[in-house]
T-cell receptor
Framework: SAVISQKPSRDICQRGTSLTIQCQVD?????MFWYRQQPGQSLTLIAT?????????ESGFVIDKFPISRPNLTFSTLTVSNMSPEDSSIYLC???????????FGPGTRLTVT | GENVEQHPSTLSVQEGDSAVIKCTYS??????FPWYKQELGKRPQLIID?????GEKKDQRIAVTLNKTAKHFSLHITETQPEDSAVYFC???????????FGTGTQLKVEL
């Protein structure tokens, strides 16, 4: 498997501000994704983080709201911009392992917007 | 795009009984079907997966079956234990890439 870390693990933010979440993997992976999981709900894919190029966003998610970077194979950031209470959620990084193609999740970042 | 339906949404069993969770998918090109277990406050953990060239896979008390013709797959847990209590998510990966589409989840409760 892959060891995935996310920072911060949780944060409480004021509306209108932005938060950048970092995801670091200990081994080379092929794909990196960002998901959102609202309380009691399933996992919703926000975007695929592409190394060295713009992320690929799913329907309903836009780059201006959720800018993503992936400067190398093992690191990615997700920014939640101009936050509102509706952005309160858990944000999870996910990776596809290079060798077995299995997908693993990071520990998540619990975001509360007040 | 892919659509995954999962049933039941909640499942309560007695310790030692079996539990079965079923999922259906829409994209006939989907070729990879993982199952995740998520305990309260924790990340989803991959517990078993199956690829479209296999009909069944087993790992100790957990098994997954796949019916490509009917486009459904199921998770079977035998001899359930209290530590099996969690939310279980099925997922399907389409033929167009590595994106997973998740089911809505099943809250499994194993009662003593």
């Amino acid at each position: 498997s892959a060891v995935i870390s996310q920072k911060p693990s949780r944060d409480i933010c004021q509306r209108g501000t932005s938060l950048t979440i970092q995801c670091q993997v200990d081994s080379q992976v092929t794909m990196m994704f960002w998901y959102r999981q609202q309380p009691g709900q399933s996992l919703t894919l926000i975007a695929t983080a592409n190394q060295g190029s713009e992320a690929t966003y799913e329907s309903g998610f836009v780059i201006d709201k959720f800018p993503i970077s992936r400067p190398n194979l093992t690191f990615s950031t997700l920014t939640v911009s101009n936050m509102s209470p509706e952005d309160s959620s858990i944000y999870l990084c996910s990776v596809v392992h290079r060798l077995n193609y299995e997908q693993y999740f990071g520990p998540g970042t619990r975001l509360t917007v007040t | 795009g892919e659509n995954v339906e999962q049933h039941p949404s909640t499942l309560s069993v007695q310790e030692g009984d079996s539990a079965v969770i079923k999922c259906t998918y829409s994209d006939s090109a989907s070729n990879y079907f993982p199952w995740y277990k998520q305990e309260l406050g924790k990340r989803p953990q991959l517990i078993i997966d199956i690829r479209s060239n296999v009909g069944e896979k087993k790992d100790q008390r957990i098994a997954v079956t796949l019916n490509k013709t009917a486009k459904h797959f199921s998770l079977h847990i035998t001899e359930t234990q209290p530590e099996d209590s969690a939310v279980y998510f099925c997922a399907a990966q389409g033929g167009g890439g590595n994106k997973l589409t998740f089911g809505t989840g099943t809250q499994l409760k194993v009662e003593l």
